[in-house]
C-alpha cells in the first residue's frame, strides 16, 4: 500500500529528553515536510527536504532537528531545547513542483 | 505572508444544506490548494486551484478563485455529516517551496 507512515502514533517524552519522530515515504516524492499542529490552529512549518542530504529550516525550527540521509526518511527530533513540544506532528511529502502535498497520520507527542 | 485565512472559524449546518467556506491571501499565487482535516489524522487534499483559473468543480465541491481579490471559496454541496471536518486553504507562491496554512474553518454537518 502506497503512502506515508508516521511512527509511533502516540509518543510521551520525559524532562531533559531528545526524541524521534519516524516518516518514511514510498510515494518516490522528492520533497518531504515536518508541521506541528497545536489545538484549534493551523500548521506551522518546522523543516522541509527539496532533497536527499539537504533541509531548510521552516518558520519554527528551534528545538528540532531533521536529517535526509534516504528519500524514503526524514526523521525528526524533538530535543530538550523545545520547551512546549505537545503538539500534533505531522509529516506531508510532495512530488513534482507546486502539486498537491500529502499527508502521514501524524504523532501525538505529550509530556511526562 | 502568503499565509491563507479562513472565514468563518466555525460553520454548524443541517445535513443535505450547502456550506461555503472562504480564504484570503496576501501575496500573488501560483496556485491555492483545499485540504480536509478529520479529527486526529493527517490532511486530505481536495482540490487545487490554478492562478489562471477561476473555477474548479470536484464532486460536490465547487472552488472558486479571484487572484484581484487574492480571494477563493470552497463550496460543498449537499452536505453529508462525513463531511463534518476542519477545512484549510493554502496559497502556493510563484516564488515559494512550501504551502502555508490558516487556522482552518472547522465544519460541523448535524444529521
Redesign the interface.
Known amino acids: 500500500d502506497g503512502g506515508i507512515t508516521q511512527s509511533p502514533k502516540y509518543l510521551f517524552r520525559k524532562e531533559g529528553q531528545n526524541v524521534t519522530l519516524s516518516c518514511e515515504q514510498n510515494l518516490n516524492h522528492d520533497a518531504m515536510y515536518w508541521y506541528r499542529q497545536d489545538p484549534g490552529q493551523g500548521l506551522r512549518l518546522i523543516y522541509y527536504s527539496q532533497i536527499v542530504n539537504d533541509f531548510q529550516k521552516g518558520d519554527i525550527a528551534e528545538g528540532y532537528s531533521v536529517s535526509r540521509e534516504k528519500k524514503e526518511s526524514f526523521p525528526l527530533t524533538v530535543t530538550s531545547a523545545q520547551k512546549n513540544p505537545t503538539a500534533f506532528y505531522l509529516c506531508a511529502t510532495r512530488g513534482r513542483y507546486n502539486q498537491p502535498q500529502h499527508f502521514g497520520d501524524g504523532t501525538r507527542l505529550s509530556i511526562l | 505572508s502568503q499565509q491563507g485565512e479562513e472565514d468563518p472559524q466555525a460553520l454548524s449546518i443541517q445535513e443535505g444544506e450547502n456550506a461555503t467556506m472562504n480564504c484570503s491571501y496576501k501575496t500573488s499565487i ?2 491555492l ?1 483545499w485540504y480536509r482535516q478529520n479529527s ?6 481536495l482540490i ?1 486551484i490554478r492562478s489562471n483559473e477561476r473555477e474548479k468543480h470536484s464532486g460536490r465541491l465547487r472552488v472558486t478563485l479571484d487572484t484581484s481579490k487574492k480571494s477563493s471559496s470552497l463550496l460543498i454541496t449537499a452536505s453529508r455529516a462525513a463531511d463534518t471536518a476542519s477545512y ?1 486553504c493554502a496559497p ?1 507562491t510563484e516564488y515559494g ?8 474553518t472547522i465544519l460541523r454537518v448535524k444529521s
Open positions: 501560483n496556485n490548494q486526529g489524522r493527517g490532511l486530505v487534499h487545487l484549510f502556493w517551496n512550501k504551502l502555508v496554512f490558516g487556522a482552518g
